[in-house]
């Protein structure tokens, strides 16, 4: 059982930027993929990033270079960098692991980020 726990979220202007962080317990960190998710208010969820064991980095189009996901093993941590913080990013942010399994079993309680105008 993997529990995370996000936080860094808050209120910032646009043009701003915040830095999230998700720390992970309960299961071989190292070993995990991770990711972030977003769900504005009315909105399905959606991907923003992932980070493989591996290292390997994928983010959506709308995220592309102005994010960076990244992780720190020995703190058990993956971070969400976000520059240049637009309206639309307004949403709760979540962590997110498959486990060991194929699709994102594990989620974290969210974090509100809102970037006002």
């Known amino acids: 059982q993997v529990r995370l726990v996000e936080s860094g979220g808050g209120l910032v202007q646009a043009g701003g930027s915040l830095r999230l962080s998700c720390v992970a317990s309960g299961g071989t960190f190292s070993g995990l993929d991770m990711g972030w998710f977003r769900q504005a208010p009315g909105k399905e969820r959606e991907f923003v990033a992932s980070?493989?064991?591996?290292?390997?980095?994928s983010y959506a189009d709308s995220v592309k270079g102005r994010f960076t996901i990244s992780r720190a093993n020995a703190k058990n941590t993956v971070y969400l960098g976000m520059n240049s913080l637009k309206p639309e990013d307004t949403a709760v942010y979540y962590c997110?692991?498959?486990?060991?399994?194929?699709?994102?079993?594990?989620w974290g309680q969210g974090t509100q980020v809102t970037v006002s105008s």
């Open positions: 997110a692991t498959p486990g060991g399994g194929e699709a994102y079993n594990y």
């Open positions: 980070i493989s064991w591996s290292w390997t980095t």
